[in-house]
């Protein structure tokens, strides 16, 4: 292990040097990768020697998410205490299903957990769990919902037209997870959005009370704060009272821009948030741990018990049940992804978060400013949020962002809303400051300008 770790070191330690001077690895086509990195797996074993180089090669030829030109979708950067803590969990390889197989790291993610549930304003009652990423917490909201509304569907499957309500800018796990709960894709209603791609809430009260009508089971309704385009927060507080009185359940899928529960300042924008049935965020979003680190957290916690408790005396042999949190989980044997957020958390504080959130939306006031005062620019994104949506002298966002990723310049992705195309700038990284927004903006003209006879 010690030479080992002295390999791991030795790498890092030049591919941080590396993300400095070349903050964007060398694009290599999908046709020369194989020709350009020596991946393939032999018979017999490479020299230490060899092993470290091909190791090194392929470390610092691949994309750098850290580095200061990367502003592609929704994470980036790197904090130090965050790797620490799961560099740390990788090392201790503990199993988060039984106190016995991860001991006081069990602590860690219930400490977690409970703290925010707090945050949003909710009691003992409440509870929730870590799974590996957004796609899946929202999948495990669809499946307490749907046994919320019929407790024999974990036994009998579905035997209702069971319906489920979102905007039609949320994010697209929500039909995939219909048809992996057996819900069905059909029977996902794609709710309108209004100028600013918040969901018409008027349009969601009566489709639901249309399909009570007509003798079909309206089950749940997500909301997003934080669309994955705009980055754009639906109104919490109207759709819960809309839940409430069809006996619907609500869940609000954070994974983007959930976190700002952290910030007094923003976190208005998901006012109403204590009324919801379940709430999930990535904590590898705007708080920046390395991937992944979704949480979900439910107003009830016999939810969680009832959809995905399964008894296995193989497995629960031990201890109190609130510590063995395979009771609660998806998964049975678990990677420990709470410990980056707890040795983030415990080092910079609940005002540390809550300045690592307030950061990103002072980084998209600073590129908002730039794109509004810069007739070159048309914005297309709103205030308050950290996506910032813009074309440059009408150029095609998709041509612009696919060249600027090929000649080794930005990464930086483009989206669309009501059919228009644009570059969807994202201010998630907080090593980043405002010279380096500027300069971004900079980077692309001088491109443009460079490259002129490529954009006619
Ligand atoms: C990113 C995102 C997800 C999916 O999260 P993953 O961790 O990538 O699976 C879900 N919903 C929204 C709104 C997101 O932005």
């Known amino acids: 292990m010690n030479n080992t770790l002295s ?93 016995k ?7 860690v993610e219930k400490v977690i957990i409970d703290k925010v549930c707090e945050i949003i304003g909710w009691d003992e009652n409440s509870n929730g769990t870590i799974a590996p990423g957004g796609s899946m917490t929202n999948f495990m909201a669809m499946l307490m919902a749907r046994d919320a509304k019929n407790n024999r569907a974990p036994f009998e499957g579905i035997q209702h037209d069971m319906i489920v309500y979102t905007s039609k800018d949320s994010h697209y ?17 794609y709710i309108s959005v209004d100028g600013e791609g918040k969901m018409n809430t008027e349009e969601l009260n009566n489709t639901i009370e249309e399909d009570i009508k007509n003798g079909l089971c309206p089950t749940m309704v997500y909301a997003t704060a934080g669309t994955t385009v705009l980055g754009v927060f639906d ?58 680190c979704s949480l979900i957290l439910v107003k009830d916690k016999k939810h969680l018990y009832d959809s995905f408790s399964n008894d296995a005396s193989y497995l629960y042999q031990t201890d109190h049940d609130d510590f063995n949190l395979g009771k609660t989980s998806l998964q049975c044997g678990r990677r420990n ?9 415990k080092s910079v504080g609940t005002k540390g978060l809550e300045e690592i959130v307030d950061k990103q939306f002072e980084l998209a006031d600073v590129a908002r400013n730039y794109v509004r005062n810069n007739s070159d620019y048309t914005l297309y994104s709103f205030d308050n949020s950290i996506s910032i ?37 994202i201010t998630i990284n907080v090593q980043n400051n405002e010279e ?15 490259n002129k006879s490529l954009f006619l």
């Not at 197989?101 to 069990?106: D, E, L």
């Not at 992804?337 to 958390?345: G, Q, S, V």
Request: proline share 3%; glycine share 6%; charged share 20%.
């Open 436 to 450: 380096d927004i500027l300069n971004f903006f900079k980077t692309l003209e001088k491109f443009v300008d460079d």
């Open 389 to 425: 949506c813009f074309n440059y002298k009408g150029i095609s966002a998709r041509e612009i962002c696919t060249l600027l990723y090929e000649n080794t310049k930005l990464l930086v992705g483009y989206g669309s809303f009501n059919e228009q195309e644009f570059i969807r700038l």
């Open 173 to 189: 796990s929500i039909p995939k997870n219909a048809a992996f709960s057996g819900i069905g894709r059909d029977n996902v209603r």
């Open 7 to 99: 390999v791991f070191n030795e790498i890092v330690t030049e591919l941080i040097q590396d993300e400095k001077a070349n903050p964007i690895s060398e694009h290599i086509p999908v046709d020369d990768l194989y020709k350009t990195i020596d991946l393939s797996l032999d018979e017999s074993p490479i020299s230490e020697i060899e092993f470290k180089k091909t190791l090194k090669s392929l470390v610092l030829k691949s994309t750098k998410t850290a580095s200061n030109a990367y502003f592609n979708q929704l994470f980036g950067g790197r904090n130090d205490k965050a790797v620490l803590g799961d560099l740390l969990s990788v090392v201790l390889n503990n199993s988060m299903y039984t106190y």
């Open 235 to 292: 109104n919490v507080l109207t759709i819960s009272e809309i839940c409430k009185k069809h006996n619907v359940w609500f869940h609000v899928d954070g994974a983007y821009c959930g976190s700002v529960i952290f910030s007094s300042k923003y976190k208005f924008l998901i006012e109403g948030l204590e009324n919801v049935d379940s709430f999930s965020f990535n904590a590898h979003k705007m708080i920046g741990t390395p991937l992944t």
């Open 101 to 107: 197989a991860a001991g006081p790291q069990i602590g």
């Open 337 to 345: 992804d709470a410990l980056k957020f707890w040795t983030l958390w």
